[in-house]
């Protein structure tokens, strides 16, 4: 059974191929309007969500398919064992989309279920989020063979991805992470990244953006800790620590790169306002191929 948690048991060929696919997709989506006929995709949220819910769903509709939101918190998920949960739900549906709050309970989901299991973000991956960034960046700056993004923020679930997936397809990353989120921390993740020689990490933003074809930032605060009272001091930490990382004119002025981020965004905190709707960013496009790329992954696991 095929799973997409992280990268770690996909080939390169593989990443690549669904960054192409998401790009035909895109390109003509009618020819796909009954891909995914009869199928329907269970998607289960445990912590907040814009794009990953609206682009999941879209993506099962206009493929021919049906998609089920199942919140966390009214459905019996909340009370009973996952797996037990799993077992039942997997005989009823052909794919599973999980937002879970651990991957530890998501990696337990999939080894219950008959059928793929997506992440759609835990807190140590978010690997939807970087075939949809991958996507974009070919889409702007062309083959993504020896192209340079700059990851600026705190090291996190997207962080990870990012490396992951970028080192696998050939891309050049560095990340700029004066913070650790340390549910994210993956050892082997960064070993295996640093081995291939395309991955560094610096605190140098400046010199790190000069050459940078992409330049990328997330939240500094994780969804589910946002408005988390325990998390307040910290919050305020982070903001003062980071503050100095912000992408903004001074730091991107010459800078020919495309600016990303992947939503939702804090304005005037990891990114400056007007390198929102500046002419370089591809911010929107970003969070509009997420749509695309579901379909793209959807298609790999189950065709
Ligand atoms: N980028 C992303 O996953 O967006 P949502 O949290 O809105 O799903």
Redesign the pocket.
């Known amino acids: 059974m095929r799973h997409l948690i992280n990268f770690k048991n996909w080939a390169p060929q593989e990443i690549k191929s669904m960054i192409n696919e998401g790009i035909k997709i895109k390109k003509e989506p009618l020819k796909y309007e009954l891909a995914l006929k009869q199928k329907t995709l269970a998607m289960i949220f445990q912590k907040?969500?814009?794009?990953?819910?609206v682009s999941f769903e879209t993506a099962m509709t206009q493929l021919g398919g049906h998609a089920i939101y199942m919140d966390w918190m009214t459905t019996q998920f909340k009370l009973a064992d996952i797996a037990d949960e799993v077992k039942y739900l997997s005989r009823n549906v052909d794919c599973i989309m999980a937002r879970l709050k651990k991957n530890a309970d998501l990696t337990r989901m999939a080894s219950a279920s008959r059928v793929p299991v997506i992440n759609g973000?835990d807190d140590r991956y978010?690997p939807c989020?970087a075939i949809a960034d991958l996507m974009t960046v070919k889409e702007h700056k062309g083959p993504l063979n020896g192209l340079k993004l700059v990851y600026v923020g705190v090291h996190n679930n997207v962080c990870n991805s990012l490396i992951e997936a970028c080192t696998m397809i050939g891309m050049r990353i560095t990340a700029v992470t004066p913070i650790i989120h340390k549910p994210a921390e993956d050892k082997d993740l960064l070993h295996k990244a640093e081995k291939t020689g395309l991955y560094h990490a610096t605190l140098n933003v400046g010199e790190a953006v000069k050459d940078a074809d992409a330049v990328y930032t997330d939240t500094w605060v994780d969804?589910e800790l946002f408005f988390d009272p325990r998390f307040k001091q910290e919050k305020q930490e982070r903001i003062e620590k980071m503050m100095p990382y912000q992408l903004n004119r001074d730091l991107l002025g010459e800078s020919n790169a495309i600016i990303m981020h992947?939503?939702?965004i804090h304005r005037g905190y990891e990114i400056a306002a007007d390198m929102i709707d500046h002419p370089n960013s591809v911010i929107f496009d970003q969070?509009e191929n997420?749509m695309h790329s579901e379909k793209a992954i959807l298609l790999q696991l189950l065709e």
Do not use: L, W
Not at 48 to 53: E, K, M
């Open positions: 907040t969500s814009t794009r990953t819910r973000c978010h989020q969804m992947d939503m939702p969070a997420r």
